[in-house]
């Protein structure tokens, strides 16, 4: 049998079935709850990705190089004054990338706002809090939340930064919010406390 044909096989043969949860989005492979993620750096998104997929596509080039495995590190700092970054929200994170730019992304109703960050402010900051220099471009992330008189700064892996930006599109209301997508925040800063 050719290749094709197996491959055609397969594709019949699945065709009718649903896999109960979430699959690999680069083989379909099914995926246990808590799985692995490559970060697309050409389609700027997150995809799930089962065990040998997140070990291929990484570590031997395949896929053109452009899979980046998301790290799973969850770190609290101490506070940073971000006001030099010049963005204006307290809901915000940095990613470093990997042409020595930032950019800046905060949540609203209507997804992820973007805001390109002075590189050479970025540098002066990380001169002053060394932590920031350790954080990977493209797949990781300073998470600031200072809204309603919250303080938390974290770098977390960038796939906390989009599941924090699908919560608070879920769960806003009205201009302001509503009731519901603050204290959907509060829970998403009280889990990271949780799973450092």
Same mark, same amino acid.
């Given at each position: 049998m050719t290749a094709d044909g197996a491959l055609a096989r397969v594709?019949?043969?699945?065709?009718? /079935?649903?896999?109960?949860?979430?699959?690999?989005?680069?083989? $379909?492979?099914?995926?246990?709850?808590?799985? &692995? %993620?490559l970060y697309d750096t050409v389609e700027a998104e997150v995809r799930c990705a089962c065990g040998p997929c997140s070990?291929?596509?990484?570590?031997?080039?395949?896929?053109?190089? %452009?899979?980046?495995?998301?790290?799973? @590190? /969850?770190v609290r700092l101490p506070r940073i004054d971000t006001a030099a970054l010049g963005v204006p929200v307290g809901l915000v994170f940095f990613v470093p990338r990997a042409d020595g730019t930032v950019t800046a992304q905060g949540p609203s109703p209507a997804g992820?706002?973007?805001?390109?960050?002075?590189?050479?402010?970025? /540098?002066?900051?990380?001169?002053?809090?060394?932590?920031l220099a350790t954080v990977e471009p493209e797949v990781e992330a300073l998470l600031v939340n200072t809204v309603q008189e919250f303080d938390h %700064?974290?770098?977390?892996?960038?796939?906390?930064?989009? &599941?924090?930006? $699908?919560?608070? &599109? &879920?769960?806003?209301?009205?201009?302001?919010?509503?009731?519901?997508?603050?204290? $959907?925040?509060? @829970?998403?800063? $009280?889990?990271?406390?949780e799973r450092s």
């Open positions: 594709i019949r043969s699945s065709a009718g /079935r649903t896999a109960p949860g979430e699959v690999c989005e680069l083989c $379909a492979a099914p995926v246990p709850e808590e799985h &692995r %993620h070990v291929l596509f990484t570590d031997s080039g395949a896929g053109g190089g %452009h899979f980046r495995l998301v790290p799973r @590190r /969850r992820a706002m973007r805001w390109e960050v002075d590189a050479a402010a970025w /540098r002066r900051l990380a001169d002053r809090f060394p932590q %700064h974290w770098i977390v892996p960038i796939d906390d930064c989009f &599941r924090m930006v $699908a919560m608070v &599109r &879920r769960e806003w209301r009205g201009l302001s919010g509503g009731g519901r997508v603050w204290p $959907a925040v509060q @829970r998403f800063f $009280a889990e990271l406390t």
